[in-house]
């Protein structure tokens, strides 16, 4: 019997406020190497601790995300600048309560529950289509919400057809 194998990649909206963190590092870290050099030369060790927080802090803001589904087991990478990889979460795919569409009205009884952690792995882009998964944790249930393409919805709905929905 052949493994089931889906992957898809999910650039993360870069958001407005991923722009301010960006522009006042690389600001403050000019201004206190402008000050450093003409006014106060304490500053440049402050411009040097900037410039590793730019170096540090940067990068992380243009995050993709890998949906990796093999037979029954979701793995989520976050992958930085597109060249850093980070273990993002692991789902086993067949203790999962159930599977819509975020809107949907199946997911109406999870909907105000407190005691449901979310995991959020989406665009954050407005036109595209994310699904929540509710599936428990080690001491939590999560909701697990991702843009998870056709292709992966098929290989997870033929696993376990009564707990996908996609409408």
């Not at 803001?61 to 600048?81: P, R």
């Amino acid at each position: 019997m052949s493994d089931l194998y889906t992957e898809v990649m999910v650039e993360k909206k870069f958001t407005g406020k991923d722009m301010a963190v960006k522009v006042g590092l690389i600001f403050l870290t000019v201004l206190a190497a402008v000050a450093g050099l003409t006014i106060i030369p304490i500053a440049l060790v402050v411009a040097l601790a900037l410039g590793i927080a730019d170096y540090l802090i940067i990068p992380k803001l243009n995050v993709e995300y890998e949906y990796v589904y093999v037979n029954g087991e979701l793995d989520i990478d976050k992958i930085y600048s597109k060249s850093k990889r980070k273990k993002g979460a692991s789902f086993d795919l067949g203790k999962m309560e159930i599977m819509a569409p975020l809107n949907s009205h199946q997911l109406d009884s999870y909907r105000n529950n407190p005691n449901i952690k979310t995991i959020d792995y989406s665009s954050g882009m407005d036109n595209a289509k994310v699904y929540a998964v509710i599936v428990p944790g080690d001491k939590e249930m999560h909701r697990l919400l991702f843009e998870p393409d056709e292709v992966m919805i098929k290989d997870i709905r033929n696993r376990m057809p009564r707990k996908v929905f996609t409408d």
